[in-house]
């Protein structure tokens, strides 16, 4: 496998073309930006739990605060969406996957929604990143996808590197695949985090197309794009995200109409179950138990 460190940048392109579209849509409507220094304050608007608002590209000024937002309160769900690109990216080079959760230094600038007047605890960070490493243990990386929430603008770095600049100790290390399969289950349940996962593999289904397109034009595959000579690989590079960014767009316009009655539904539900909190208990309680089920069963160490 030839300089990961560069190829990756694959998906960091995916990332730019998506965060530019016009029709950019997010889950939260979000009324204010404040930039504090080594807070990234965003307010949000009453909203509908589920609902699809359009990006606030007109209250963002700068590329790294975009990919903040758009990274925010997620870290576990691009591992899951991004498995099979991944894997199927790496087939055939030797390099085995595993998904490790990581307690981050503190950022220079974080990112953190209706923190209020709050004191913000800067001291445990937990993070979940991807961990690649070749079978004879030479080489390694960490592949962090949604690192720009922490200031963590690399997808991609030597794992010694981004251990020293990011990391104060590993709390768990699972299976690749662990994330895919709670997110997976988790598109079944009820409640908003469960909708949103649907919303996540409507997008995923849209790559996969994207994918499968580029590869019956050029003729690689991702596995064979990671391999050429740096000119090819450059250009196949330009395809496969210009597959990628139309997909996207045309997921950004469908969103909203697919999911009306699902959002719907969950807006009920959520009003019908919110006697939970009254009493202290949790809205997800089931969420949280398969997660850490399936968690506890794939752990490695």
Known sequence: MSSMDENYQVHCANCAAAANSREMTFDNNIKSIEDKGDVLLIRDDDMTPGTIFQFPNHLVGTEEAKRMILTILVCQEPIAYLHDFLTEMLDGTGVTLEEHMLRIRNPVKTVRVNARTRDLDMSNFYHSVVRAATSDGTSS????????????????????????????????????????????????????????????????????????????????????????????????????????????????VEVRAKFSADIGRTVIYSQQESWKLGIGLGLHQDVTKMMEEISKKNRLY
């Open 141 to 252: 990386w960490i592949v962090d996808v949604s690192g720009a929430q922490y200031s963590i603008f690399k997808a991609c770095l030597a794992e010694r590197i981004y251990r020293k600049r990011h990391v104060v100790s590993t709390l768990a290390a699972y299976r690749s695949g662990t994330n895919k399969d709670i997110y997976e289950k988790m598109e079944d349940m009820k409640g908003n985090g469960p909708l949103l996962a649907r919303i996540g593999w409507f997008a995923v289904d849209k790559v996969k197309t994207a994918v499968f397109q580029w590869r019956t034009k050029s003729g690689f595959s991702l596995s064979a794009l990671m391999g050429k000579p740096e000119d090819i690989f450059v250009e196949g590079r330009k395809g496969l995200v210009e597959h990628i960014k139309v997909s996207l767009d045309n997921f950004a």
